[in-house]
């Protein structure tokens, strides 16, 4: 008897160490497939995490570049604005559209040297759009120049404020763009600002309206095809600007004695040139260059509607520098003028920013919710029972839990 109860006993303890032995293995196989499952898991949340770390960093370093690119628009355009009075009011030099020529050769001359010496590599564009769009631009700039010199100076203030709205409704119609009622009340605002603080004259005539007409459709297409180009094309605004500047340079070449000859009733082959004139001269093409290549810069970065607004702030800047360094007359409808062109350029800089926070929101939202219903069965986990390894495979399987059988261990 005490024989048999001792034999029970052995095979009870031999039946728990077993069970112990059983349940510690599949504790542990347990525990090694939440390993294998939760180390991939963490290995895609931490490269989710690089990968969004790369995109703010991208947005960051854009953002900063869009800000460098404006300050040196900025900067070097009131530059030569005040490089070019003081050479044309001072030292009676007025052949402006020549000048502009002069300029986009000794830009194309700058990047040329630049490829050389391997700071920029260039890229093939279509000759045919090169050329058409080299000459549009050019052609832009010579009739700004006779709207000018056919308007009065109110009526050329004008012809620039009409761009902007211009622009919109160009890319609005054939671009498909979607401008918002606070984007167009701050453009609205600004052009208001800009009109008081530089329009004095409204005297027209036909055919400086059909020039000024001329000069807003080049202007505005000529700036939408530097944005269209630089996007679609994959060029930067260096490869554009060299592959284009040659062909500008060259309808000014040619048109800009007739056009100034035409303004000013003198030859510019015909001036006496004297030694600080040439120094100026020289000085505005090297400024240029920096202005030719913010311009395409800004443009390609932006937007042609953006690049108009940040022209008007340059007229501002423009008049209280002519105000503070030159003493040109001031009234105070300029200064009224000018505090409400920068609170229109405050309010669509802002709204640019909200709109451009938004679409990236809209853009992560899918992204994360589908991360989200992709890893929600994977992390998951019920516990379960002895007596659930009864229920079958199929079953299993349609309540979505994926589970392991002993072949599977094996």
Known sequence: MCGAVQSQYNMNRYRLCCSSVLNKSMEETTLSLSL???????????????????????????????????????????????????????????????????????????????????????????????ILFGILNGTSIGLLNLSLGFNSIGFYQMTKLAIIPFTVLLETLFLNKKFSKNIKLSL????????????????????????????IATTCVGQIMTNTIQK?????????????????????????PFVDQCLTKRNVFAYNYSFIVLAFIVLSCLIAVSVNFSTFLVIGTTSPVTYQVLGHLKTCLVLSFGYTLLHDPFT???????????????????????????????????VSQMRDAESKPLLSTKTTGHHEEKDSDETRKSNGVVTATKDSFA
């Open 36 to 130: 294998y499952i939760s180390i991939p898991l963490s290995l895609a949340c931490k490269e989710d995490i690089k990968e969004e770390g790369e995109k703010m960093s991208e947005g960051s370093s854009f953002q900063l570049g869009v800000i460098g690119s404006l300050a040196l628009s900025v900067a070097s355009s009131v530059a030569i604005v005040i490089c070019n009075k003081a050479l044309i009011s001072s030292l009676g030099f007025p052949f402006a559209t020549t000048l502009t020529s002069w300029h986009l050769m000794v830009t194309f001359c700058t990047l040329h040297v630049a490829h050389r010496l391997r700071f920029f590599e260039p890229k093939f564009i279509d000759a045919k759009t090169v």
């Open 332 to 366: 105070s409808r300029n200064i009224v003028g000018i505090l409400i062109a920068i609170f229109g350029m405050a309010l669509y800089s802002y709204f640019c920013v909200q709109e451009g926070k938004k679409k990236s929101a809209d853009n992560l939202i899918p």
């Open 232 to 256: 679609r094309l994959k060029v930067s605004s260096t490869q554009l600007l060299y592959q284009s500047s040659p062909y500008q340079a060259a309808i000014l070449f040619v048109t800009g």
């Open 188 to 215: 609205l605002v600004l052009l208001l600002g800009v009109g008081i603080a530089s329009i004095t004259d409204l005297k027209l005539n036909l055919l400086g309206s059909v020039l000024s007409l001329l000069a």
